[in-house]
């Protein structure tokens, strides 16, 4: 009957159920809040608990029934709000209908701004951060980005401050020790390249001395128009296109030989 409501009471005469006649039901609360399922409690509020004795547990279904189903819809949120205002959130996303589809996760950034894509896990396993695509020329793996401040990834251990790998929006990148430790640099599963905590550095060996900007090779050492070494012999070559053609030979800062080759 229209504007009837069912109400179910505890033994003390308190209502605990309500179910109006738009098939709403309120648990502890007669106020629907245009919902048709509303649980009102001082406590834990809901417990989904199988007794499945194999595999399966116990499973929650948001499923979006829709006559005209299109790419982009929202297949099923879960929304975390206080009485105001709404914080996080994770949609499920059609990003192809009946394809393929995204999970995103929304994060309130202020008081009047709120991001629902601050993290997107697209079709293909992709994660990115601060952004919703992949492009531009990009494909694969995690993605990190910022319309307006440096994009950053900080990795720590311990109670250290951490590494980062950062990029401006001028496009520089940055790879930054923020601790008083050296960094090292392997490739095939081996050391190449060591830089200490005063700059020093070691190609294929350690960085000997406490010389702030020595560089330490173990090996050959080439450089165009400039020096050569065979590990016996030291090949000096004057650079080409150079105002001089002079080279010059010091020990410990002075000046023991001088080549002119004018």
């Known amino acids: 009957t229209s504007g009837v409501t069912t109400i179910i009471q505890s033994q003390d005469d308190t209502n605990v159920i309500h179910v109006n006649n738009s098939a709403e039901v309120q648990i502890g609360t007669a106020t629907s809040n245009d919902r048709k399922f509303t649980v009102k409690g001082s406590g834990d509020l809901m417990q989904l608990r199988s007794t499945n004795s ?8 948001l499923i979006h029934e829709s006559s005209s189903p299109a790419d982009g819809d929202n297949v099923g949120i879960i929304n975390f709000s206080d009485n105001t205002k709404q914080y996080a959130s994770v949609k499920g996303i059609a990003s192809n209908t009946n394809v393929s589809g ?19 896990i697209d079709s293909s396993g992709n994660m990115l951060l601060g952004t919703s695509t992949l492009t531009p020329n990009y494909s694969g793996g995690i993605r990190v980005h910022s319309d307006s401040n440096v994009s950053n990834i900080r990795v720590s251990s311990g109670d250290k401050t951490g590494f980062d790998m950062m990029q401006d929006t001028g496009g520089t990148a940055y790879l930054l020790n923020r601790d008083n430790a050296g960094m090292n640099f392997y490739t095939n599963d081996t050391e190449r390249m060591t830089i200490a905590a005063n700059g020093t550095m070691g190609f294929g060996m350690q960085p000997l001395g406490s010389n702030n900007g020595s560089a330490f090779f173990d ?7 400039g020096f050569m070494t065979t590990g016996t012999d030291l090949t000096l070559i004057a650079p080409s296109g150079g105002s001089s053609n002079t080279i010059f030979i010091r020990d410990n800062g002075n000046e023991s030989m001088r080549l002119d080759s004018s």
């Open 54 to 61: 194999g595999a399966g547990g116990a499973q929650l279904d």
């Open 102 to 120: 995204e999970l995103h996760l929304g994060v309130r950034t202020d008081g009047s701004n709120y991001n629902a894509t601050a993290v997107v």
């Open 219 to 225: 090996g050959n050492v080439s450089s165009k128009d």
